[in-house]
């Protein structure tokens, strides 16, 4: 049986490695088409839609879905939950990977990429923008520096690896803080356009809101992650962790529910919900499938403790989530209508690609479980 | 006055804590940074520069364009929209019935308290003390957020390059006698001066023809904390395209987001270390019951 089935699940990974070399090589030629020809070859980006899919997928979906880094460094380096420590690293490199593919889709979706480093030496303690620019630097140089002990075992640089496990607790403490900052003011970009937001979506709670939703959305990327790669790398899921995670995830969503929908009621913007627009649909959708389903599962006797409810429950979370980024970006926002371009597309789903390649590539070669 | 006071204490907060968390590379470049050095006399609104706009008087023979264009040195091209090459515009509105018809001059604010600048992650835009709000080009990243944040749509782009830059209008602000666009208009229907005497003017207009002006007002006297452009119409302003901003200024719905960014850096991490030393402690408990 063994020799059987051995080659074929090869094979599959094989064309699974194959399709995603080759969206990340078409990311590659819508990128550098951007490059070289200019935005309207590539994107649909106008006066009136300055920011497209680059910024309302790559930028505000791809740095809560690295949230899981920040929540599991804590759990077990501050809060010392050893339980989870086995998936620790594992979810360190998808928020490494994660901050690096946002760090990338930006140098596309930028009109002068090659100042990014301006925020360094131009302050702008006024703008929103200017702490997250800052926060998601110094966060991915924290998460490099948490990441780095596997790497530095292979290499067998066990000077420098005993220095970072000296200061490793101020180091969690600082990705713990500048996590919580940038994750809010990320919706703190949009305080600023109270009247091209739709009332369904402006609220002064937005930092609140995006926060929370990061880290229901973190918890819910882990289990995601922990399910896959026990499908396609083997070993076992621990029915105790993810069952935990899923109690995390559950408190998250349920004081976004209260949140949400405090606000509503507080703003009298009820009647908004249900008048049978196409923005009261999408707010609908965004809160029926990323919150009240995921909560339902979760609170059903018979599911909660199921691996494969909660495994739904997650991806649920997390499609959810995507809704509720984009209508922030796109639907909530007064604009021309806006449709992506092809390789507008392209770009995003070859930064992922890339990223999901770089993933299999660590999980490979790098000794990610720890004792 | 007490705003200003009460940021400048955010920013040395601010400044303090970053220096002390991240490292003394950025605390260096802050310091070198001119813009950190306070920005000398700062003129009060009604002495900045401003222009005033009668819509009732404006014939909407275009000579303003022009001169923009020509003063500017931007091409020619058929548009309905500011756009990367067009700093302003005349539009023609016109109710369904024909019966009121109204001209609008198009063209960056100059707000009192600009978004775009309390925006740009890159201080590439700010007011300068006479009251013109100008991009230095050299900082600008092209994060687009200026574009976002305007309420009245002024900031452009050039989507055809491939590293554009902003454009908008700047005021003309180092021409020796202002404006090309107020200098060249023939109906004196757009007016150069300081913002507080065309503010006056506008009231003396308004007081002399009652009821020929909407809601006997001048738009940007308050609008969204004000504006140094400012317009007289006789149709609605929300007929010519000004959106109806309250009199806060919008940056003041960020400004208290930012303003508790030390308090989360410190609680945040004062919390976790609090944790981590007693979790640490009971674990040690726990292991010395167990030895
Ligand atoms: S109109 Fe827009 S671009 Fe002009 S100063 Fe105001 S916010 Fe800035
Ligand atoms: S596009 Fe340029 S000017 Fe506008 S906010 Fe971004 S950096 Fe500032
Ligand atoms: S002030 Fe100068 S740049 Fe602005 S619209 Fe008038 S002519 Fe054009």
């Not at chain 1, 703190?188 to 995006?210: A, D, E, G, N, R």
């Not at chain 2, 306070?38 to 275009?62: F, I, N, Q, V």
Request: some cysteine; glycine content about 8%.
């Amino acid at each position: 049986m063994t020799s059987i089935t051995l080659p074929i699940i090869k094979k599959q990974a094989s064309i699974g490695t194959l399709v995603l070399l080759a969206l990340a090589a078409l990311g590659a030629f819508a990128a550098l088409f951007r490059w070289v020809d200019g935005f309207d070859q590539v994107s649909s980006l106008s006066d009136s839609r300055p920011w497209g899919i680059w910024i309302s997928f790559d930028l505000l979906v791809g740095v809560p879905i690295s949230a899981g880094a920040f929540i599991l460094a804590a759990t077990v380096h501050i809060f010392h939950i050893e339980k989870y420590r086995p998936i620790l690293r594992p979810a360190l490199l998808t928020g490494f990977l994660g901050y690096l593919m946002v760090i990338l889709a930006l140098m596309v979706d930028l009109g002068q990429p090659q100042r990014i480093w301006h925020m360094l030496i131009y302050w702008n303690l006024h703008s929103p923008l200017f702490e997250v620019g800052m926060c998601v630097m110094t966060y991915t140089a924290v998460l490099l520096i948490e990441f780095s002990p596997p790497i530095l075992e292979k290499l067998g640089w066990t000077g420098l690896l005993g220095f970072l496990k000296k200061i490793s607790i101020p180091v969690v403490i600082l990705g713990v803080t500048l996590s919580t900052m940038h994750q809010s003011s990320l919706g703190s970009l949009f305080l600023i356009v109270p009247l091209k937001m739709y009332p369904l979506w402006y609220t002064p709670l937005l930092p609140l809101i995006f926060l929370v939703s990061a880290i229901s959305v973190g918890f819910g990327m882990v289990i995601f992650e922990c399910a896959l790669s026990h499908r396609f790398l083997g070993g076992h899921i621990r029915k105790d962790i993810f069952e935990g995670l899923s109690r995390g995830m559950l408190i998250a969503l349920s004081v976004l529910l209260l949140i949400k929908l405090a606000d509503l009621i507080a703003a009298g913007e009820m009647g908004l919900v249900f008048d049978g627009s196409f923005q009261s649909f999408m707010f609908l959708l965004e809160n029926l499938i990323g919150i009240i389903l995921p909560i339902a599962i979760l609170l059903t006797p018979s599911l909660r403790t199921n691996t494969a409810w909660i495994f739904r429950a997650a991806l649920l979370t997390v499609l959810g989530l995507i809704l509720y980024r984009l209508n922030i970006g796109l639907v909530g926002m007064a604009g021309e209508p806006y449709f992506p371009q092809l390789l507008e597309v392209a770009v995003t789903v070859g930064v992922f690609s890339a990223g999901i390649l770089a993933f299999g590539f660590a999980m490979k070669n790098l000794p990610l479980e720890e004792e | 006055m007490e705003n200003e006071h009460t940021q400048k204490l955010s920013r040395r907060e601010f400044l303090k804590l970053i220096g002390a968390a991240a490292s003394g590379l950025l605390m260096a470049a802050a310091t070198a940074n001119p813009s950190f050095a306070s920005s000398g006399e700062e003129l009060p609104p009604e002495e900045h520069w401003a222009m005033l706009y009668d819509a009732t008087k404006c014939s909407g023979c275009r000579e303003c364009e022009v001169a923009c264009k020509s003063y500017n040195k931007l091409s020619e091209e058929d548009v309905d929209d500011l756009s990367g090459n067009t700093f302003t515009l005349i539009k023609l509105y016109q109710s369904e019935d024909g019966s009121q018809k109204s001209f609008r001059k198009f063209q960056c604010m100059h707000c009192v308290e600009p978004a775009c600048a309390a925006s740009c992650p890159v201080s590439a835009l700010h007011k300068i003390e006479n009251g013109p709000v100008i991009y230095d080009s050299y900082k600008c990243i092209g994060c687009r957020y200026c574009m976002q944040a305007c309420a009245f749509g002024a900031p452009r782009y050039d989507w055809s390059l491939a590293y554009p830059l902003i454009r908008k209008c700047e005021m003309c602000y180092h021409r020796e006698n202002g404006p090309a666009c107020a200098e060249i208009c023939p109906k004196q229907a757009l007016m150069f001066g300081k913002r507080g005497d065309l503010i006056e003017i506008a009231k003396a207009r308004i007081a002399v023809n009652a009821g020929k002006y909407f809601e006997d007002r001048v738009y940007g006297e308050f609008e969204g904390g004000g504006t140094s452009i400012l317009i007289l119409s006789a149709v609605p302003f929300e007929a010519i395209g000004l959106p109806a901003l309250d009199p806060k200024p919008l940056p003041d719905r960020t400004r208290w987001a930012l303003n508790i960014v030390p308090a989360i850096f410190f609680g945040v991490g004062g919390a976790m270390a609090a944790v981590y030393r007693s979790s640490k402690k009971s674990d040690k408990e726990a292991e010395e019951k167990k030895a």
